[in-house]
C-alpha cells in the first residue's frame, strides 16, 4: 500500500536561512513524487514532482526536492528562505501499481521568521 | 484559464441533515478528484472521475456519500444524511491527463461543520 510521511508538524526557520521539510514515502511500484503548497484559505497548488532522472529536482519559487531511492525520501529544500514561504506544505505520491489516486501525507506547516 | 471552482466555500449543517457539494474543473480536464482533509490529518482520497466514469472510488467511506458528474463537466458530492465525523476540508482537483506524472489543479476546498 502507498503511504507518505512527514515527520514534523511544523519547522521554525530564520530568513535567509536554508530551509529543508522532510518526507518520507512507501509504494510497491516506481514512485511519482509530488510536492505542493497550501497558503491560507486556498487550495493546494503544485510546486515540483519527481519521476526519473537527476535525483534533484527544481520547481517554483527557488524550492527543490532531493530524491533518495535507497532512503525512500523526497525532502524538500530552498537555499534561502523567505518570510512569504510561510505555509503549509504536503509531500504526495503515486505508483505505478497503485492507479492514478495521489497520496498525500499530513503537511508540515512551515514558519519562517523575519 | 480558469482555475478549479468550488461551491460553497462553507457550510455548517446539523447532524442528521443534507449537503451537496458542487466542483467546477478546469476547461478540458477529464480526470476529476475528491479528496477530504480532517482537521491535522493527511489529505485522504475519495474517488476519482474520469469523465462521466468513476475510475475509482475506493476512498469513500460509506454509502452516505454519493458523487456524480453528469455529461462529464461539474461533479457534485452528496453528503446523505451528514454525521459529525464528516466535518472537515473537501477538496475537489482535477487534470488533463491520467498520466503517473499529472500534477493535480486543485479548489480552494469547501470547509464542512456538521453540529
Known amino acids: 500500500a502507498q503511504s507518505v510521511a512527514q515527520p514534523e508538524d511544523q519547522v521554525n526557520v530564520a530568513e535567509g536561512n536554508p530551509l529543508t521539510v522532510k518526507c518520507t514515502y512507501s509504494?510497491?511500484?516506481?514512485?511519482?513524487l509530488f510536492w505542493y503548497v497550501q497558503y491560507p484559505n486556498r487550495g493546494l497548488q503544485f510546486l515540483l514532482k519527481?519521476?526519473?532522472?537527476?535525483?534533484l529536482v527544481k520547481g517554483s519559487y527557488g524550492f527543490e526536492a532531493e530524491f533518495n531511492k535507497s532512503q525512500t525520501s523526497f525532502h524538500l529544500k530552498k537555499p534561502s528562505a523567505l518570510v512569504s514561504d510561510s505555509a503549509l506544505y504536503f509531500c504526495?505520491?503515486?505508483?505505478?501499481?497503485?492507479?492514478?489516486?495521489?497520496?498525500f501525507g499530513a503537511g508540515t506547516r512551515l514558519f519562517v521568521k523575519a | 484559464e480558469a482555475g478549479v471552482t468550488q461551491f460553497p466555500s462553507h457550510s455548517v449543517i446539523e447532524k442528521g441533515q443534507t449537503v451537496t457539494l458542487r466542483c467546477d474543473p478546469i476547461?478540458?480536464?477529464?480526470?476529476l478528484y475528491w479528496y477530504r482533509r480532517v482537521m491535522g490529518k493527511e489529505i485522504k482520497f475519495l474517488l476519482h472521475?474520469?469523465?462521466?466514469?468513476?475510475?475509482?472510488e475506493s476512498g469513500m467511506p460509506n454509502n452516505r456519500f454519493l458523487a456524480e458528474r453528469t455529461g462529464g463537466t461539474y461533479s457534485t458530492l452528496k453528503v446523505q444524511p451528514a454525521e459529525l465525523e464528516d466535518s472537515g476540508v473537501y477538496f475537489c482537483?482535477?487534470?488533463?491527463?491520467?498520466?503517473?506524472?499529472?500534477?493535480?489543479?486543485f479548489g480552494n476546498g469547501t470547509r464542512l461543520t456538521v453540529t
Open positions: 482537483a482535477s487534470s488533463r491527463t491520467q498520466g503517473y506524472n499529472s500534477p493535480l489543479h
Open positions: 509504494v510497491s511500484g516506481n514512485p511519482y
Open positions: 519527481y519521476i526519473t532522472g537527476d535525483n
Open positions: 504526495a505520491v503515486r505508483d505505478d501499481t497503485g492507479g492514478f489516486k495521489t497520496i
Open positions: 476547461s478540458g480536464h477529464d480526470n
Open positions: 472521475f474520469v469523465k462521466e466514469s468513476k475510475q475509482d
